[in-house]
């Protein structure tokens, strides 16, 4: 391997002048930025070299857009160095800074790159004690105080780990030596930002990336230009989510790479420097290709901006939304959330040219803005888009650049500028001349003074409990606005969109509570609301530990795959990613659908570090309840999980966000810890009657009637509590889009099931329930057993839906079984639920999990699976209580409906207090034409989302995805 310097780190460019070598700071001097639009002076850019080659023997490994020529990348990132050179820019390449910086500091950042170890098949006990010298800390430094400058270049930027064993006569030899090359350090946006204060490092998102960070600091440190802070672990941020558009605003993605609580925490201490920061989210598309801001968005001019077009505009799947923080008072404070990213900047006063998706992907966007319109571009259609644009007035310069975006970005992702000196220490936002706004803005968007979750700083990184008190969330919160200072621990266990959300939220909250309390108690308000909370599935998963006894959940990774591809083809459906995206697009749709109708939404993420893969269902350990209802203050109730990973959902900061709107909570999550653990899943468990103050449980694994009843007595509800059961879903037989079976075999199936069942009817028998009180327990019974339909009111439907093939013949193996009392042996065993699910699971059965399968009602609609109820009188004590009130109309819906998720409905309050019933595309194409009917005759809008892959992955439709804030 050669030894040439230029061919491992690669200077390329032409030789290195005197005027560019120089440091270009010094003591009380600070290079920052104000403008993209402002004039670039400094550039700091890496060539491409070895550690490039090294990591393109895997592109996409290496993070890589795909395979590339090392010779064409050097030339045309020699030819980028060049046209910044012309113009007047001085420009430092990593490889040079580092050559000349001080050898100590050189050689640390060697050694820490350098490592040896011993080979696995190498017992330490039996190696010599040189093999054991040559892996020691003291060999190393021989090794690297050896080195000249280009060799300790060389092992900062390719960071060898040499593997050592021993010949068989017990030599020490080296076995391998792999590299880990820092081959995106080519990037030089990423590792830092400079805002309006001064330079600020960051921290890389990805593993590939982290050991840059360590090399700018070095590289920053020669040039004399001083942090004027960092991002603390675990944050990320990445320099090309930010872009600077004034003294009075900037602009900060928050998504993929950034993480929000790296920009809580700049906005904390104080490291932007202009009076306005918008904080961009991208919640609905997190793609790599879109990996930073930069990529989607940029600046060409004062008044003149490039933007993708497929987010341009509320109806837009792939939407951003703008959380703005204004700075007043020596703080920055929550002024607008959720502002259609678009608008926001043409409210700006700035002219987008929108470009196409292939656009984007050509690099289109990711110019370079050398101040006063100049701009410097890699794809043709840049300089034709701007030319054409009235607006703007500037130069366009194209040059070749393929051999870079090869490597997954362009001239802008290639460059950290450097455009203000600043002789004087760093501006504050207090010296930027304030933007008036207008008195409407104002009264929409009421200020807030900005904090974060007060956690205890000992506190683990994640907690898994919520605070137990009111006190105790008074005291911590009154501590903390006592502390200057929060670590970065105490931050995390917050989610990203709590500290943004925290008290802001709170207070723009609260005054339309007080809006809501003045309301009439009429039925529709105290059934609905027009407010919701909804955490974006960032990461959902499947999840292993809540498969066992959920009937509806796919029960395998392959399975999902397996149900996934017929439902979107194969080609859809390759990898998690493309599962991730599909739910983010129905998640966003969804969103988008009930912004549209005018429901207020608090939007949430969860991050990896959460370990939370079925976030984003938080009716299950939460929900809320207005005075009206509760006959005192709002109530805030927080519930025990069965699963482990669920547990983890109840997130302090949402707690803390909720407690300040509903001053009374009553928290059973300590049952879920007791010697005997008892659980009750929230909205999930319990179907609500707010009116009549009616809960209705179906008791199962996850609801235990002791919880039910504890629950109830606290809220002053009376229960009606049942057992329902389901088929396996081989059995249920999914109606799938494209597959609906015709009138005539589902009339055909229907009979041969009633001439069996009548073959087969047993006698009736009596078990007890899981908390072992004695009542009936899915009993055998005859024809009458099933449901009927009834003349006694034209307001009930019942569908005829059969079952078809093989399926139709395990169901009613299934229903045979169940009704010939071969499920009595389960009265020995009944006080254990989990043997009572498994003896259900014999029979192709089980207990349905959760209340919502079975059961919704709504200000004038109850929808009611009857047939899963097996015992005659649980049947009819339920069918009784909600008959009592005649003034809704009651759905009856089969077996096979509720597998498709008929009663997990949700309505809420839209415009005008508008009914608005969302149910699931797969629950839509489940219903009779007439059912569909009678359900449009009790709503404003019938509102259908497919949330298909939600369905499929968690057993849960569109019910779940909310929690409701009454």
Not at 122 to 142: F, G, I, N, W
Not at 230 to 241: K, M, R, V, Y
Not at 442 to 461: D, G, M, N, Q
């Given at each position: 391997m050669s030894t040439n310097s230029?061919?491992?780190?690669?200077?390329?460019?032409?030789?290195?002048?005197?005027?560019?070598?120089?440091?270009?700071?010094?003591?009380?001097?600070?290079?920052?930025?104000?403008?993209?639009?402002?004039?670039?002076?400094?550039?700091?850019?890496?060539?491409?070299?070895?550690?490039?080659?090294?990591?393109?023997?895997?592109?996409?490994?290496?993070?890589?857009?795909?395979?590339?020529?090392?010779?064409?990348?050097?030339?045309?990132?020699?030819?980028?160095?060049?046209?910044?050179?012309?113009?007047?820019?001085?420009?430092?390449?990593?490889?040079?800074?580092?050559?000349?910086?001080?050898?100590?500091?050189?050689?640390?950042?060697?050694?820490?790159?350098?490592?040896?170890?011993?080979?696995?098949?190498?017992?330490?006990?039996?190696?010599?004690?040189?093999?054991?010298?040559?892996?020691?800390?003291?060999?190393?430094?021989?090794?690297?105080?050896?080195?000249?400058?280009?060799?300790?270049?060389?092992?900062?930027?390719?960071?060898?780990?040499?593997?050592?064993?021993?010949?068989?006569?017990?030599?020490?030899?080296?076995?391998?030596?792999?590299?880990?090359?820092?081959?995106?350090t080519v990037f030089t946006r990423d590792q830092q930002?400079?805002?309006?204060?001064?330079?600020?490092?960051?921290?890389?998102?990805?593993?590939?990336?982290?050991?840059?960070?360590?090399?700018?600091?070095?590289?920053?440190?020669?040039?004399?230009?001083?942090?004027?802070?960092?991002?603390?672990?675990?944050?990320?941020?990445?320099?090309?989510?930010?872009?600077?558009?004034?003294?009075?605003?900037?602009?900060?993605?928050?998504?993929?790479?950034?993480?929000?609580?790296?920009?809580?925490?700049?906005?904390?201490?104080?490291?932007?420097?202009?009076?306005?920061?918008?904080?961009?989210?991208?919640?609905?598309?997190?793609?790599?290709?879109?990996?930073?801001?930069?990529?989607?968005?940029?600046?060409?001019?004062?008044?003149?901006?490039?933007?993708?077009?497929?987010?341009?505009?509320?109806?837009?799947?792939?939407?951003?939304?703008?959380?703005?923080?204004v700075y007043e008072n020596g703080a920055y404070r929550l002024n607008r959330r959720d502002v259609e990213f678009a608008q926001y900047v043409r409210d700006e006063g700035y002219t987008i040219v929108p470009v196409t998706e292939d656009e984007q992907l050509e690099y289109v966007i990711n110019f370079l803005n050398l101040g006063e319109n100049r701009i410097i571009c890699v794809h043709p259609r840049t300089k034709e888009l701007l030319e054409t644009c009235e607006q703007f007035d500037g130069e366009v310069t194209y040059i070749p650049f393929t051999g870079i975006t090869n490597m997954y970005g362009a001239v802008h992702c290639s460059s950290q500028v450097?455009?203000?000196?600043?002789?004087?220490?760093?501006?504050?936002?207090?010296?930027?001349?304030?933007?008036?706004?207008?008195?409407?803005?104002?009264?929409?968007?009421?200020?807030?003074?900005?904090?974060?979750?007060?956690?205890?700083?000992?506190?683990?990184?994640?907690?898994?409990?919520?605070?137990?008190?009111?006190?105790?969330?008074?005291?911590?919160?009154?501590?903390?606005?006592?502390?200057?200072?929060?670590?970065?621990?105490?931050?995390?266990?917050?989610?990203?969109?709590?500290?943004?959300?925290?008290?802001?939220?709170?207070?723009?909250?609260?005054?339309?509570?007080?809006?809501?309390?003045?309301?009439?108690?009429?039925?529709?308000?105290?059934?609905?609301?027009?407010?919701?909370?909804?955490?974006?599935?960032?990461?959902?998963?499947?999840?292993?530990?809540?498969?066992?006894?959920?009937?509806?959940?796919?029960?395998?990774?392959?399975?999902?795959?397996?149900?996934?591809?017929?439902?979107?083809?194969?080609?859809?459906?390759?990898?998690?990613?493309?599962?991730?995206?599909?739910?983010?697009?129905?998640?966003s749709a969804l969103h988008r659908t009930i912004n549209s109708l005018g429901i207020e939404t608090l939007l949430y993420t969860h991050l990896p570090v959460h370990h939370t893969p079925e976030a984003c269902f938080p009716n299950n350990w939460l929900s809320t309840h207005a005075p009206a209802e509760t006959g005192g203050e709002g109530t805030l109730i927080l519930y025990p999980m069965r699963s482990e990973t669920r547990r983890r959902e109840r997130r302090h900061s949402i707690v803390s966000d909720l407690s300040e709107l509903y001053p009374r909570e009553v928290n059973l999550s300590k049952y879920e810890l007791g010697t005997v653990p008892q659980f009750l899943e929230g909205m999930g468990s319990l179907v609500l009657d707010r009116v009549a103050k009616v809960a209705y449980a179906a008791l199962s694994s996850r609801t235990y009637i002791e919880m039910v009843n504890r629950w109830a007595a606290g809220v002053g509800y009376s229960v009606v509590s049942f057992h329902a059961a389901a088929y396996h879903e081989e059995a249920l037989d999914l109606t799938l889009p494209g597959t609906e079976q015709s009138d005539s075999e589902s009339d055909d199936d229907d009979d041969d099931d009633e001439e069996e069942n009548r073959k087969s009817a047993p006698e009736s028998r009596s078990s007890t329930t899981l908390s072992g009180a004695p009542c009936p327990l899915l009993r055998g019974s005859s024809e009458s057993s099933k449901p009927a339909a009834t003349d006694e009111s034209a307001k009930v439907t019942r569908s005829r839906c059969g079952t078809r093939g093989a399926g139709a013949g395990a169901q009613r193996r299934g229903r045979n079984l169940l009704r010939a009392g071969l499920l009595a042996r389960m009265e020995a065993v009944v006080k254990e639920p989990s043997a009572v699910t498994a003896m259900l699971h014999e029979h192709d059965c089980a207990l349905v999990h959760y209340t919502t399968l079975v059961l919704f009602i709504g200000s004038s609609l109850i929808v009611f699976c009857a047939e899963a109820l097996y015992d005659e009188r649980e049947r009819a004590q339920v069918m009784a209580s909600l008959r009592a009130d005649s003034d809704r109309t009651l759905v009856l819906i089969t077996e096979k409906q509720m597998a498709n998720f008929c009663a997990q409905l949700i309505e809420l309050r839209g415009h005008n207090d508008e009914r608005v019933v969302l149910m699931s595309t797969g629950a839509e194409q489940a219903f009779e034409p007439e059912q569909l009917e009678q359900i449009r005759g009790c709503c404003d809008h019938l509102v259908t989302s497919d949330v298909g892959l939600f369905e499929v992955i968690a057993g849960a439709s569109v019910s779940s995805l909310f929690a409701e804030l009454f």
């Amino acid at each position: 391997m050669s030894t040439n310097s230029d061919v491992f780190l690669t200077n390329t460019s032409k030789e290195v002048s005197v005027h560019d070598a120089q440091a270009v700071g010094g003591p009380g001097v600070h290079w920052a930025q104000e403008s993209e639009n402002e004039a670039a002076q400094v550039a700091v850019l890496c060539a491409p070299g070895v550690p490039s080659f090294v990591a393109s023997l895997h592109p996409h490994g290496a993070l890589f857009e795909r395979p590339f020529n090392l010779s064409e990348a050097c030339a045309h990132h020699a030819g980028f160095v060049d046209a910044l050179r012309e113009r007047g820019v001085r420009v430092h390449l990593v490889g040079d800074v580092l050559r000349r910086s001080a050898l100590p500091q050189l050689r640390r950042l060697a050694s820490a790159r350098l490592h040896y170890r011993l080979s696995e098949d190498l017992d330490p006990l039996r190696a010599s004690v040189h093999t054991l010298r040559s892996c020691s800390a003291q060999y190393k430094r021989q090794i690297v105080q050896a080195m000249d400058r280009d060799q300790l270049c060389q092992t900062v930027m390719l960071s060898p780990t040499v593997t050592l064993g021993e010949t068989p006569s017990g030599e020490t030899c080296s076995i391998s030596t792999q590299f880990d090359p820092l081959g995106n350090t080519v990037f030089t946006r990423d590792q830092q930002i400079v805002t309006r204060k001064g330079l600020v490092m960051g921290r890389m998102a990805l593993p590939q990336r982290c050991g840059e960070i360590s090399v700018m600091e070095l590289v920053f440190k020669e040039l004399g230009i001083v942090p004027v802070g960092a991002i603390p672990a675990p944050f990320t941020l990445e320099g090309g989510d930010f872009l600077p558009a004034g003294p009075d605003l900037c602009f900060l993605g928050v998504g993929v790479r950034t993480s929000l609580h790296a920009a809580l925490y700049m906005l904390r201490q104080d490291l932007f420097g202009t009076r306005r920061v918008a904080l961009v989210s991208d919640y609905f598309e997190r793609r790599q290709d879109r990996m930073h801001l930069d990529t989607v968005f940029n600046i060409a001019s004062d008044r003149v901006c490039l933007m993708m077009d497929s987010m341009i505009g509320e109806d837009k799947l792939h939407r951003r939304l703008v959380t703005e923080y204004v700075y007043e008072n020596g703080a920055y404070r929550l002024n607008r959330r959720d502002v259609e990213f678009a608008q926001y900047v043409r409210d700006e006063g700035y002219t987008i040219v929108p470009v196409t998706e292939d656009e984007q992907l050509e690099y289109v966007i990711n110019f370079l803005n050398l101040g006063e319109n100049r701009i410097i571009c890699v794809h043709p259609r840049t300089k034709e888009l701007l030319e054409t644009c009235e607006q703007f007035d500037g130069e366009v310069t194209y040059i070749p650049f393929t051999g870079i975006t090869n490597m997954y970005g362009a001239v802008h992702c290639s460059s950290q500028v450097f455009r203000t000196k600043l002789a004087a220490p760093p501006l504050t936002p207090s010296t930027v001349p304030s933007c008036k706004q207008s008195d409407a803005v104002e009264e929409a968007f009421p200020r807030a003074s900005f904090k974060t979750s007060a956690l205890p700083l000992t506190s683990a990184i994640l907690d898994d409990s919520p605070s137990s008190s009111q006190s105790d969330r008074t005291a911590e919160s009154s501590d903390l606005l006592a502390i200057p200072n929060f670590s970065a621990l105490s931050m995390l266990s917050s989610s990203p969109h709590d500290l943004q959300l925290n008290h802001a939220a709170n207070v723009h909250l609260r005054s339309l509570l007080k809006t809501r309390a003045q309301s009439p108690s009429s039925v529709l308000h105290l059934q609905t609301t027009n407010r919701v909370l909804m955490i974006v599935p960032t990461c959902f998963e499947w999840n292993s530990d809540t498969s066992s006894d959920n009937l509806f959940q796919a029960q395998s990774w392959r399975d999902v795959q397996t149900e996934l591809s017929a439902r979107y083809g194969s080609a859809s459906v390759k990898s998690l990613r493309d599962v991730q995206h599909i739910l983010l697009d129905q998640f966003s749709a969804l969103h988008r659908t009930i912004n549209s109708l005018g429901i207020e939404t608090l939007l949430y993420t969860h991050l990896p570090v959460h370990h939370t893969p079925e976030a984003c269902f938080p009716n299950n350990w939460l929900s809320t309840h207005a005075p009206a209802e509760t006959g005192g203050e709002g109530t805030l109730i927080l519930y025990p999980m069965r699963s482990e990973t669920r547990r983890r959902e109840r997130r302090h900061s949402i707690v803390s966000d909720l407690s300040e709107l509903y001053p009374r909570e009553v928290n059973l999550s300590k049952y879920e810890l007791g010697t005997v653990p008892q659980f009750l899943e929230g909205m999930g468990s319990l179907v609500l009657d707010r009116v009549a103050k009616v809960a209705y449980a179906a008791l199962s694994s996850r609801t235990y009637i002791e919880m039910v009843n504890r629950w109830a007595a606290g809220v002053g509800y009376s229960v009606v509590s049942f057992h329902a059961a389901a088929y396996h879903e081989e059995a249920l037989d999914l109606t799938l889009p494209g597959t609906e079976q015709s009138d005539s075999e589902s009339d055909d199936d229907d009979d041969d099931d009633e001439e069996e069942n009548r073959k087969s009817a047993p006698e009736s028998r009596s078990s007890t329930t899981l908390s072992g009180a004695p009542c009936p327990l899915l009993r055998g019974s005859s024809e009458s057993s099933k449901p009927a339909a009834t003349d006694e009111s034209a307001k009930v439907t019942r569908s005829r839906c059969g079952t078809r093939g093989a399926g139709a013949g395990a169901q009613r193996r299934g229903r045979n079984l169940l009704r010939a009392g071969l499920l009595a042996r389960m009265e020995a065993v009944v006080k254990e639920p989990s043997a009572v699910t498994a003896m259900l699971h014999e029979h192709d059965c089980a207990l349905v999990h959760y209340t919502t399968l079975v059961l919704f009602i709504g200000s004038s609609l109850i929808v009611f699976c009857a047939e899963a109820l097996y015992d005659e009188r649980e049947r009819a004590q339920v069918m009784a209580s909600l008959r009592a009130d005649s003034d809704r109309t009651l759905v009856l819906i089969t077996e096979k409906q509720m597998a498709n998720f008929c009663a997990q409905l949700i309505e809420l309050r839209g415009h005008n207090d508008e009914r608005v019933v969302l149910m699931s595309t797969g629950a839509e194409q489940a219903f009779e034409p007439e059912q569909l009917e009678q359900i449009r005759g009790c709503c404003d809008h019938l509102v259908t989302s497919d949330v298909g892959l939600f369905e499929v992955i968690a057993g849960a439709s569109v019910s779940s995805l909310f929690a409701e804030l009454f």
